[in-house]
């Protein structure tokens, strides 16, 4: 009942017959029974569960394009639990006994799902729930329960940095001591900026995706977050490669490209959708994520951006999360978001949505001029927009295709 599956039970002295009844109407897809009991589902059409059959249907997010039904198998599953397990370290008594988590994050969502609902409970480790997420009452549950772990996304984080004087002022926060960021990458000025409010607390970053079954890469302590941008080593029995999207080649250290993954927790394949399937997963098992990345010379995986979301310039290619991330450091933007813009001389060229701090009267020209400085002429910014918040998913990311769809149709949010 926790998986919020439905429930149907019957007496165990009812007869095969009586029970075949009940099956036909209710049409269960699993039973539990005892050894004793098994031989009246004879016959009941009840199949058996086997560890590469389906387990899970999530839908995928749909920030790139229509959201899809990813299937996931008991082996993807059972081996992400494993995964969490290690992750962090509740094959340790004292660590698991030792460390209170709250749930800050949907477990509709796959990051909610695999850490929470099976990860952590197939731990034995406490978790608090809340009934949804705000502010106020996930900061009311840390000081009661004494919560030491928040795993949470970047756009939490950020909302407790600028928000730290008040948050310590009105809450206990002394228990706490890690927070794992999982959904976007986190930039330098986030990290210490937090750091600089929270110093007891470590942060530490994750990568995955509704198609690996979740975590992919996760960085292990505070100076491996410190190599910025980087979502850590790849989880373990997890094999990756970096491709040339176009020419299929695998590319060496410190080359960009797309990221490929290959490991028990890759998907089974996209539900009712064969042509899908077939162009992401190879016929040798590699997951072809759709996200740019290299690594570094010691291993570490660094996300560029969704190839996808790429901006095509005059035949280069921009990232948004780059410029959004260059944004993010002028003092008066509290949020920004950058989308393609379509135009017939160029193609596509950067348009900023930004969010402005309180009290500032930062212009588009002031904006533009801030970005030009810093970036290629093929990066900067041509166009800007002003709005009160940057719609993002349960999951942190952004909603490209909402600001996209506003863009050229001068509507509003």
Do not use: R, W
């Given at each position: 009942m926790s998986l919020g599956a439905l429930i149907t039970t019957t007496n165990p002295l009812n007869t095969t017959r009586e029970i075949s009844k009940q099956i036909a109407d209710s049409k269960p897809f699993l039973a539990f029974t005892t050894p004793e009991l098994a031989p009246k589902l004879a016959g009941s059409g009840v199949p058996v569960i086997l560890l590469g059959g389906e387990k899970a249907l999530l839908y995928s997010s749909g920030t790139t394009g229509e959201s899809k039904g990813v299937v996931s198998s008991h082996r993807n599953m059972i081996a992400m639990v494993q995964t969490i397990i290690g992750r962090y370290r509740l094959d340790d008594e004292d660590q698991r006994n030792g460390n209170t988590f709250i749930c800050t994050v949907p477990m509709f969502h796959i990051y909610g799902l695999v850490a929470f609902a099976t990860g952590l409970l197939a731990a034995g480790a406490t978790i608090v729930v809340l009934p949804k997420?705000?502010?106020?009452?996930?900061?009311?549950?840390?000081?009661?329960?004494?919560?030491?772990y928040f795993p949470l996304v970047p756009p939490i984080l950020v909302?407790?940095?600028?928000?730290a004087d008040h948050i310590k002022k009105n809450y206990d926060l002394s228990s706490l001591k890690h927070v794992l960021s999982g959904g976007a990458p986190l930039g330098k000025e986030v990290i210490e900026g937090?750091?600089?409010?929270?110093?007891?607390?470590?942060?530490?970053q994750g990568y995955g995706l509704t198609e690996s079954t979740g975590i992919g890469a996760t960085t292990d302590c505070l100076e491996e977050s410190r190599r910025y941008g980087t979502a850590g080593l790849l989880s373990p029995s997890t094999e990756a490669k970096i491709v040339d999207p176009e020419s299929g080649k695998a590319l060496g250290v410190n080359q960009t490209g797309e990221l490929w993954l290959r490991s028990h927790t890759v998907m089974k394949g996209y539900f009712n959708n064969h042509e899908a399937t077939v162009s992401t997963l190879t016929s040798d098992g590699w997951l072809k994520t759709g996200d740019v990345c290299y690594f570094d010379e010691d291993g570490f995986l660094f996300v560029v951006d969704r190839l996808k979301e790429l901006i095509k310039y005059k035949g280069y290619q921009v990232p948004p999360a780059e410029l959004e991330a260059l944004l993010l450091t002028h003092p008066e933007i509290a949020d920004a978001a950058v989308i393609p813009f379509p135009d017939k001389n160029v193609g596509q060229f950067p348009m900023a949505y930004v969010v402005r701090k309180a009290g500032s009267n930062l212009s588009e020209n002031e904006i533009m001029d801030f970005v030009a400085k810093q970036v290629a002429p093929y990066k900067r910014i041509r166009r800007v927009a002003f709005i009160d918040s940057v719609p993002k998913n349960a999951s942190g990311k952004i909603l490209r295709k909402d600001l996209i769809k506003m863009a050229t149709s001068g509507s509003k949010l």
């Open positions: 997420f705000e502010m106020n009452d996930l900061l009311l549950a840390t000081s009661k329960y004494k919560v030491s909302a407790m940095a600028n928000h937090f750091m600089e409010k929270f110093p007891n607390v470590v942060i530490m």
